[in-house]
C-alpha cells in the first residue's frame, strides 16, 4: 500500500512536471480548441459532405466547390488567398477534365519570423456505400468516438486541423509566432496532376522564403503513438493493356480458337510477383539500398504490435513475422500489387464473354535508390520477354501511368525537433520516427523543386483506413492533432530565437 | 452476243425450274412477308426498345412487360397463352429476384397434324452505348440492310420470324398446315433459371403430344449460307473466390507484407489455360469424345471461309490453320475462357487498392461425352491444388455457378428433311449441317426430359455479333427467316402425309 502511495505521488510528480513545460499561452490555446471541438468537427461535417473525388473526372465541379469552401474558411482567418487556375488537362475519351485550381494562401510577413508552409489536399478516393461502407461515406458519422467518412483521415481531418490551430490563434486576438503559408490542391489522389508545374513557376515568388514545409497525409504507425515521419516509398502505376480483335466475343462461338485477350493479360500479371511478395521483373531490386542489422535495430522502440495489425486487418499471417522484418519490407523494399482489370467482366453474376480489350492495373512502390526511368524500362522489358513467349496475335501495350519518386529526410533537423516537443507536451509521449509505405509525391517533389527541408507530421491513426471502406479519423486525434500544430508553431518559433 | 442470249435464257430456266418447286401456297405466303416486311421490322424495333436484360436483377420488371407483349402477340394471332409463374428464386443479396414468368401457347389441336413446338427467348445480355455500341443498343437502327440493337438476333428476331410465319397463314385465312405450340421464357441468358423444372412439371400435359421441338436460337456458320444445327457444346461456368482480411487495404501501407488476394486469384486462373488454349485441368480431355478424320471429312463442303471469319472477329491469326481444325475446336473440343473478375478495381483511371476479395469467373464449353460432375470435380480438386502450394492463409471457394451439358442429335431425323426442303426453296442453297460451340442449355434439357426430336434451326448470320456490341440481324435473314419458318410448316405437314 505504502508502495502504492509512493508510486501515485511519483506519477503524479511526473505529470506536473510534464504539465509545468506547457506555458501559460499554450494553455490557452489548448483550451480554446477544447471548448471550440464541437464547432470543428461540425466544419468536418459539412467538409467530408462534398463529393470531391479526383479519380472520376465526373466530380471535378466538386473539387472546385471544395477549394472555394477552404479559400472562404481561409480568407476568414485573414489570409491573403490566391486561386491559381491549372492549364486544361489534356485526357481521351474525357470532356471534363479541366483540373481544379490550387490554394496558395499566406499570413503574416515579418522577415523576423519563420515562414511554415503547411501542404494538404481536399480531394478524396472514391466511396460508394455499396463498396461496403456501414454509413453514408459522405456524412460525417460519430460512432465510439470515431468519426467516419471519405476523407475524414486522408485528408481534409488533418487539413481542417491545421487551420483550426491557426484559428486559435487568431480568434483570441494572439500572434501568431510564425509566418503561415498554405498549398492545398484538388488533386492528389489522381497524381497531383499539373502541381509540379506550380511550384516550379512559384518556386521564386511563393516558395522562395519559406523555412519548412510540413505535410500532414498520413497516419501514425500505430493506434495510440504519434508519429513523425522522414520517408516514403514511391509508386509506379502501370496499365497493361492487351487488345484482340474489332469486338467482344462469345466464349461459345469463338471460345477454342482465338487467342483470348484476358489469357494474355493474366499469364503478363502472374508473371510480376511470387507467392511470396518477392517481384519477378529481372533488375528490380539492383538499386535497392542494402538494409543492414543496424537499420533494423532502429525499429524495434516503434510502437508497432503485430497482433493489432493483423487483427485490424483481418489476417491471421502476413508474410513476414517479425516487426523488424514487417517495417523493412514497408519501407526499405519495393512491393508489387495489382489493382484489377478494366474492360473485362466485373459485374456479379455470368457473362460468357470473351472481352476485346483488357487493361491491367498494377503499381510498384519504389524506394531509396531505384530511379522512376530504370523501372519503367525493366517493368516493360519485361512483359513483352513474357508477352513474347506466349506467340500471341494480339497487341500489347505498356504505359506507366503515374511515376511518384520515393522521398527520405534528414529527421535531426529543427523541424523534427519542434515537432517532437509539440506531440511530447500534447500526447506527453516521445513519436515513433517512421518512413511511410505509402507515396506523398509531393514530399520529394517539394524538396526537388524548391530545396526546402520537407516534413511530415502525421495526426490520424493507423486503423483510419485511408482509401478503404470505414475511413475514420477519431475525435481525438482530431482535436489533439489541432492542439500539435498549434503547439508546433510556438516551438518552431523558439527554436528561431535561439 | 447470241452466246449470252443462251446463257441468259439457260440462267432464266434455272431460275424456273427452281421456283417451279415453290408450291402456289407458298408464293401467297413470301409475297405476304415481303408485303408486311416493315411491320415486321417495326415489331422488332417495340422489342428490342425493352431493355430485358436477365442478367442483372433490377431490370426483372422489364423481362415481365417482355412476356407480357409477346402474350398480347400470340393472343392477336388467336393462341391458347397460358402464363406460368415461377417460383421465388433464392439468392443473396438480391430483393428483385422474382423470376418473371414463361409463356406457354398453343394454336391448333388437330389430331391428325404433327405438332410442332418453338421454343425461343425473350430476354437479352447487358448492353449499354458506353461499351462500344454505335447505336443505342436498345433502339433498332437500320444500317446498310442490318438491323442493330440488343436482341435483334439474340433471339428476339428469330421469335418474332417464327410467329410472323403463322401470322402470314392466320391474317390471310389460310389452314396452319401443322400444330403450333410455343414456349418463351426470358431468363435463357442468365442459365434458364426455373425453365427444367416447369418442363418437368408440364411434360406430362403441354409437351405430351409434341412432335417435334425447334429451337432457333443460334446463327449460321457463314454470313450468307444456312445451317441447321445438330449439336451444341455444354458450358460449366465457375467463380472462384479468394478472400483475405476484413476490408480493402492500401498498397502503400501494406503492399509487401500482406497475401493479396488479387495475388492469389491471378495464379489460379493462370493455372487454367495456355497459350495455346490448351486446357491445363488434369483429366479434363478424358471423356472428350474420339475425333476421326472421317468426323472431319464432313466439314469440309461446309462455307467457312477462315480470311472472312478473321477479318470480321479484326484478327490477324487463329489459334489453328484450317476449316476444319478449327471446326473441330469448336464443336468437339472443349475450351476455357477468363470472362473477368468480380471486387477488383475495374474502372478507368488508377486506383492503388488491395482488393480485400476478388471473385474469378471464367467457363468451360464441353462436349460429349464429357460429365459435368466429373469436369466439376476435376475443376475444384485442381484449383485447390494450385492454392495449396502457395502456402496462402487467404480463403479460397470455388463454386460451379451454371452447368449446362453438351447437345448432340441425329441430322437425319425428319424434321431435318423438311428444314432442308424449305431452305432450298427460300435460299436456294442446301444448308451448312453444323453444330455449335455455343450452348444451348434447353436442346439437352428438352431432349433429356420430353424424349422429343430436337432441331435447331438458325436465321441469323454468322456476323450477328451475339452478346456483343453492334448485335444485329440482316432485314434480308430477318425477312426471309420468317418465310423459311412458313415453308418448313408446310414441309413438316407434307412429310407426315407420306
Redesign the interface.
Known sequence: MIFHLLLLMLLSDVGKSSASNITALEKQIFHYIDENQNKFVQVLKEWVAVESDS??PKYRQNITQMIEIAKDKLQALGADVCIINLPIHQQQ?DQNSALPPVILAELGKDENKPTVCFYGHLDV??AKKA??WETDPYILTERNGNLYGRGATDDKGPVLAWIHAVEAFRLQNLKIPVNIKFVLEGMEE??STGLEDLIKNENERFFSNISYIVISDN?WLSKSTPALTYG??G?A?FAVTVE?????????????????P???L??L??SL?D?S?HILIPGIYDDVSCIVEEQKKQYEPIAFNLTEYKAD????????DTKED?LS??WC??????????G?????????????KVIG?F?I?QVPDMNLTTVETQVKQHLRDVFA??????KLTVEM??GAMPWFADSREPQYEAAKKAIKKVFQKDPDMIR????IPIASMFEKITKKKVMMFPIGASDD??????EKISRYNYINGTKVFASFLLEISELHKD
Do not use: W
Not at 486487418?313 to 508474410?319: E, F, I
Not at 483506413?465 to 470505414?470: A, L
Open positions: 479519380i472520376q475519351d478516393m472514391p463498396d461496403g489522381a497524381g497516419t516514403s516509398r509508386n502505376c484482340g480483335g474489332v469486338k467482344d466475343l462469345h466464349s461459345g462461338a469463338a471460345g477454342g480458337i482465338v487467342h483470348e484476358m489469357s494474355d493474366i499469364a500479371l502472374d510477383v507467392s511478395g486487418v483481418g489476417v491471421t499471417t502476413l508474410l513476414y514487417i519490407h514497408l523494399y519495393p512491393s508489387l500489387s495489382v489493382h484489377g482489370i478494366e473485362a467482366f466485373h459485374e456479379p453474376g455470368i457473362k460468357t464473354v470473351i472481352p476485346r492495373k503499381s512502390r513467349k506466349r506467340q500471341s496475335p494480339n501511368t503515374l511511410d509505405g505509402s507515396t483506413g485511408e482509401h478503404s471502406q470505414q
